[in-house]
């Protein structure tokens, strides 16, 4: 259901963001080690940029959990204000008047 806050009131599973971002973390460290010992440095530069954007997402992720409830609310917060209750309206398309 749609309520148009969604941007207001939008929450992030930052638990698993964290698990990927560790996963990436470490498959760059890998990557970058791997290619620098192989004689690869392209490839190795690389990994390590990767190596770098991961950790730098991991930081920011590991900060917002630090934050507390205002980024990752608990299940007794609501995802959205509840929708007006309201007559239902009508799915037909709008009726013309064409003969």
Do not use: K, N
Not at 55 to 80: A, E, N
């Amino acid at each position: 259901m749609r309520t148009g806050s969604e941007p207001a009131t939008a929450r992030s599973a930052l638990r698993a963001r964290l698990w990927l971002s560790v996963w990436g973390v470490s498959w760059a460290i890998f990557g970058t080690a791997v290619f620098a010992l192989v004689g690869r440095p392209g490839w190795a530069a690389a990994c390590g940029v990767l190596w770098l954007v991961a950790t730098v997402d991991l930081v920011m992720i590991l900060r917002h959990i630090r934050q507390g409830p205002h980024y990752q609310p608990g299940r007794d917060v609501p995802p959205y204000r509840p929708a007006d209750t309201g007559p239902p309206r009508s799915r037909r398309p709008p009726q013309h008047g064409h003969p």
